[in-house]
């Protein structure tokens, strides 16, 4: 499937059929053909196996054997490089899951030429597009069993789900294996895992098809090749968590505290707006943005240290323009300013409130003195 990907994204066969001749492999040729998966038309890409090809295992099974082979080859460093990545966590997962030590684990099929094809093809054609960075969604495994060397196992199969330990995974209900150790390792090794798709301009669209045709379910690998847009020069829109609860019970002295704990348990930002609710009685909405790896956390203190029984909470865009922190000449001395800039470069220059207040009291100059000289100068980086 990203063979097929790829190949639908533009990668002609023969780049790929010339680059895996730096690989002594031998008893095998590629094909591609268009399908339709879902009444989508993809590109399916088949590694062909002749008489010397079929069965047989790429210079040995074990790790060692792997290593050699493609060592020897004729890839440059940096293909080399991530290939042993790729070979390494699949022995490394292989052996955890079937008990074995590491120097003796062997791949079986995934040792095979078709392996070995599918690993560097997909290599090589990512070096073709000239991709500097792969972002991937999370990853559908289906669910079932399958057929191995080892006999029947439920899918994922093993191998596979230690490979995505740590990358966030998902089942569509499709009682079929739709994520193997191969794809799996190719991930977890090439792809930022799982980041939202950049802020891009999209270019190419490739489909890659699955073996099977699966009814209601689109069995396609799809791939967008872009140029990200700079943040440099561009605002950009990061997801967060908006939680929020009402209050009309608690003493409005213990709020200052449970911002503090707040922010210490990772929040982004606190506000609190007042309300009138039911009876006509005063109250305080509470409102936290933060990260979705921090809500789990930042729930548990809203719970344990405020009176509220109940909160809400929902997936957010924010529009964030890039900024950085700077030390900065002033007449004052050095002062902290945060620098932001607008899609159209404009520069935006805030001085640090608490670097304001030292100010203010070191030179005995009002607050809104020091903020509007300091905000007037910008200072020098």
């Not at 150790?181 to 490739?206: F, N, Q, S, W, Y």
């Not at 933060?290 to 809500?295: L, Q, S, V």
Request: net charge positive; aromatic share 6%.
């Amino acid at each position: 499937m990203c063979l097929g990907a790829l190949v639908d994204a533009g990668v002609p066969l023969k780049e790929i059929e010339r680059g895996l001749r730096a690989l002594p492999l031998k008893g095998y040729k590629l094909q591609a053909r268009k399908v339709k998966r879902s009444s989508i038309a993809a590109t399916k890409v088949d590694v062909i196996l002749g008489a010397r090809g079929k069965g047989r295992r790429a210079e040995g099974k074990k790790w060692r054997d792997i290593k050699s082979f493609i060592l020897k080859s004729n890839f440059p460093d940096h293909l080399k490089h991530n290939g042993l990545r790729i070979f390494k966590g699949l022995f490394e997962a292989e052996g955890k899951v079937h008990g074995r030590v590491f120097s003796k684990t062997h791949l079986h099929e995934l040792a095979a030429v078709d392996c070995m094809v599918d690993v560097f093809g997909t290599l090589i054609g990512l070096d073709f597009l000239g991709v500097d960075k792969v972002f991937s969604s999370a990853v559908n495994l289906g669910s079932g069993f399958v057929m191995t060397e080892h006999g029947r196992l439920p899918v994922p199969a093993p191998a596979t789900a230690e490979l995505l330990k740590g990358i966030p995974v998902y089942t569509s209900g499709i009682s079929f294996e739709l994520t193997t150790p191969t794809g799996a390792a190719i991930v977890r090794e090439v792809a930022d895992c799982c980041a939202d798709m950049p802020l891009m301009k999209t270019g190419r669209i490739g489909y890659g098809a699955g073996q099977k045709d699966i009814e209601g379910f689109p069995n396609v690998l799809r791939i967008f090749l872009g140029e990200e847009v700079s943040r440099q020069k561009s605002a950009y829109l990061p997801k967060v968590t908006v939680i929020e609860t009402n209050i009309d019970d608690m003493n409005p002295q213990l709020y200052e505290y449970v911002m503090e704990r707040l922010f210490a348990s990772g929040a982004l930002d606190v506000s609190l707006t007042q309300l009138i609710m039911k009876k006509g009685r005063p109250g305080i909405l509470l409102t936290i943005l933060c990260n979705e790896e921090t809500r789990a956390d930042i729930m548990d203190t809203l719970l344990r240290e405020t009176t509220t029984i109940g909160l809400r909470f929902y997936e957010a865009s924010r529009l964030v323009l890039d900024r950085e922190v700077e030390k900065r000449k002033t007449e004052f001395g050095k002062v902290t300013v945060k620098v932001s800039r607008m899609p159209d470069g404009t520069v935006k220059v805030c001085p640090e409130y608490e670097d304001c207040k030292r100010i203010a009291h070191k030179y005995g100059i009002p607050l809104v003195e020091v903020m509007r000289r300091l905000n007037t100068a910008g200072g020098k980086s």
